[in-house]
T-cell receptor, first 113, second 115 residues
Framework: DAKTTQPTSMDCAEGRAANLPCNHS???????VYWYRQIHSQGPQYIIH???NNETNEMASLIITEDRKSSTLILPHATLRDTAVYYC??????????????FGTGTRLQVTL | NAGVTQTPKFRILKIGQSMTLQCTQD?????MYWYRQDPGMGLKLIYY???????DKGEVPNGYNVSRSTTEDFPLRLELAAPSQTSVYFC??????????????FGPGTRLTVT
């Protein structure tokens, strides 16, 4: 699976958009970009995933660059409850074995008043 | 649905003791996983299972054992506990989606201290 690079920490004012970057310059053509987050002392929570097109769901938007070497997770209106560690993970489509996610250290997002 | 449940929430073990961490999911997911998370670090995969009766090693399997006799349950066994096994343990499950793309659902974790 491709390696990812994320900033260690970021701050965001409540109500503003939080833009979390992720570099994955060695991504392969069949690898997807996943985002999870982990609120303090809880289990990780799936947010969104994409291959090459931009994706949006009720939680967030995922913007993937045309060359697929980087992506940005956007929380459109961050709230205090969005304070968490955000993990960007790249892995290939399932080929019959289990989806083994490799978590790095992620970005610690602090949303402030 | 309760989702993924784990017991116990907390446990303190003495060196050399054994214990089983329980994990149950009620979503009829085929795939289940055990991760550990050390302080300030990301998650590391211990073992996983693609269905009842089938298990395989992840990144850090030493010191652990698993079994999968039913779809719902995936217990993790620690034999001869060591201080290096002090960690938070997360169980997860996932369905087998179309095209093989699917998210994992995590339990609340078990915080284990070995002294």
């Amino acid at each position: 699976d491709a390696k990812t690079t994320q900033p260690t920490s970021m701050d965001c004012a409540e109500g503003r958009a939080a833009n979390l970057p992720c570099n994955h310059s060695t991504i392969s053509g069949n690898e997807y970009v996943y985002w999870y987050r982990q609120i303090h002392s809880q289990g990780p929570q799936y947010i969104i995933h994409g291959l090459k097109n931009n994706e949006t769901n009720e939680m967030a938007s995922l913007i993937i660059t045309e060359d697929r070497k980087s992506s940005t997770l956007i929380l459109p209106h961050a709230t205090l409850r969005d304070t968490a560690v955000y993990y960007c993970i790249v892995r290939a489509r399932n080929t019959g074995t289990a989806s083994k996610l490799t978590f790095g250290t992620g970005t610690r997002l602090q949303v402030t008043l | 649905n309760a989702g993924v449940t784990q017991t116990p929430k907390f446990r303190i073990l003495k060196i050399g003791q054994s214990m089983t961490l329980q994990c149950t999911q009620d979503m009829n997911h085929n795939y289940m996983y055990w991760y550990r998370q050390d302080p300030g670090m990301g998650l590391k995969l211990i073992y996983y299972s693609v269905g009842a009766g089938i298990t395989d090693k992840g990144e850090v399997p030493n010191g652990y054992n698993v079994s999968r006799s039913t779809t719902e349950d995936f217990p993790l066994r620690l034999e001869l506990a060591a201080p290096s096994q002090t960690s938070v343990y997360f169980c997860a499950s996932s369905p087998q989606g179309a095209g093989g793309i699917y998210e994992q659902y995590f339990g609340p974790g078990t915080r284990l201290t070995v002294t």
